[in-house]
């Protein structure tokens, strides 16, 4: 590989890493318990959970030069409806393990989605 070809894997490993830890960070701790149990039975947790996640993704997709002016709408509406789905689900079982694993799939792809777009 070139010099530039390495610069440019070693610059998509860190963004993709930043993407990554910023999503655990935001998705779970930042979460909180009380968010995390109420936002299936309210709408008002569901949103600020919601919210909480598109702002502090917006600031790591600004920070490495992926931020838009569509972000921040695509970050709020794709994890409000992706949680709301989960949150939601008829099969309690299933929500905290198939949908569990599909919610964070998706989670991923979108924000990579909007670092490869850009």
């Known amino acids: 590989m070139r010099g530039y070809e390495v610069t440019l894997v070693m610059s998509l490993t860190i963004q993709i890493t930043w993407i990554l830890f910023a999503h655990y960070v935001l998705d779970y701790p930042l979460q909180g318990e009380f968010l995390a149990i109420t936002k299936g039975k309210n709408w008002y947790s569901l949103f600020a959970h919601s919210m909480i996640y598109s702002f502090g993704m917006g600031l790591v997709l600004h920070h490495i030069g992926h931020f838009w002016y569509g ?32 919610d964070q799939a998706l989670h991923i792809l979108i924000n990579l989605f909007l670092v490869f777009i850009h």
């Open 71 to 102: 972000t921040l709408f695509i970050l709020f509406i794709s994890h409000f409806y992706i949680d709301f789905l989960k949150a939601t689900a008829i099969n309690k079982e299933k929500a905290l393990t198939t949908y569990l694993y599909i």
